[in-house]
Nanobody, 124 residues
Framework: QVQLVESGGGLVQPGGSLTLSCAASGFSLGDYVIGWFRQTPGKEREGVICISKDGGTRYLYAESVKGRVTISRYDFNNTVYLQMKSLKREDTGVYYC????????????????WGQGTQVTVSS
């Protein structure tokens, strides 16, 4: 069964850090571009960052996260991680990982497989 499962979300104070995981089953993450997206209250789903098959990374639409997030892929456990630091209240939302057969693109429609999402809440 082809599946992506996110985990690691939760409640974190402003200025804190959080690492999200995206575990794949039924396919190899290294064969696809993997993107992290988020949907914050009142907004459409937006891209955060992606990692290509060769390991290159690229920030997507969410300009506000630049310098505060990194993405990494570990083939041994078929998992992609999103490390976030200096979190702000406006980072609150549901975070999704997704797989694409194309390049690192911002458009969610470019991604063919999605996880169910994990909630991140930044609050004191």
């Amino acid at each position: 069964q082809v599946q992506l499962v996110e985990s690691g979300g939760g409640l974190v104070q402003p200025g804190g850090s959080l690492t999200l995981s995206c575990a794949a089953s039924g396919f190899s993450l290294g064969d696809y571009v993997i993107g992290w997206f988020r949907q914050t209250p009142g907004k459409e789903r937006e891209g955060v960052i992606c990692i290509s098959k060769d390991g290159g990374t690229r920030y997507l639409y969410a300009e506000s996260v630049k310098g505060r997030v990194t993405i990494s892929r570990y083939d041994f456990n078929n998992t992609v991680y999103l490390q976030m630091k200096s979190l702000k209240r406006e980072d609150t939302g549901v975070y999704y990982c997704a797989a694409s057969g194309f390049g690192c693109r911002s458009a969610p429609t470019s991604y063919i497989q999605w996880g169910q999402g994990t909630q991140v809440t930044v609050s004191s």
